[in-house]
Nanobody, 115 residues
Framework: QVQLAESGGGLVQAGGSLKLSCTVSGSRFGINSRGWFRQAPGKQRELVASIGAGGSTMYADSVQGRFTISGDNAKNTVYLQMNSLKPEDTAVYYC?????????WGQGTQVSVSS
């Protein structure tokens, strides 16, 4: 059983920063991808950033250069550092883990950016 606990969301002014955390319970054996997605009201959920088991990363064009995804294997935690936030970054952010062929989602954390 894998459970994800997210934290770090909140309200911030445009240009500010937030750091999201997602701690994964259970063994990290078999986890081959960790990522962050977001869903704004009335829009589809979209990939923000992901990190593979080997450390390779990928980012949505809209966040490239502003967001950084990283992982701490000792803490079984994946982070999303968000800088230079924009109002269009406002969304519920979800952590997603792919372990073997199973996909697990966190409960989501709200990020709101005021102009």
């Amino acid at each position: 059983q894998v459970q994800l606990a997210e934290s770090g969301g909140g309200l911030v002014q445009a240009g500010g920063s937030l750091k999201l955390s997602c701690t994964v319970s259970g063994s990290r054996f078999g986890i081959n991808s960790r990522g962050w997605f977001r869903q704004a009201p009335g829009k589809q959920r979209e990939l923000v950033a992901s990190i593979g088991a080997g450390g390779s990363t990928m980012y949505a064009d809209s966040v490239q250069g502003r967001f950084t995804i990283s992982g701490d294997n000792a803490k079984n935690t994946v982070y999303l550092q968000m800088n230079s936030l924009k109002p269009e970054d406002t969304a519920v952010y979800y952590c997603r883990i792919v372990r073997n062929t199973n996909v697990y989602w966190g409960q989501g954390t709200q990020v709101s950016v005021s102009s």
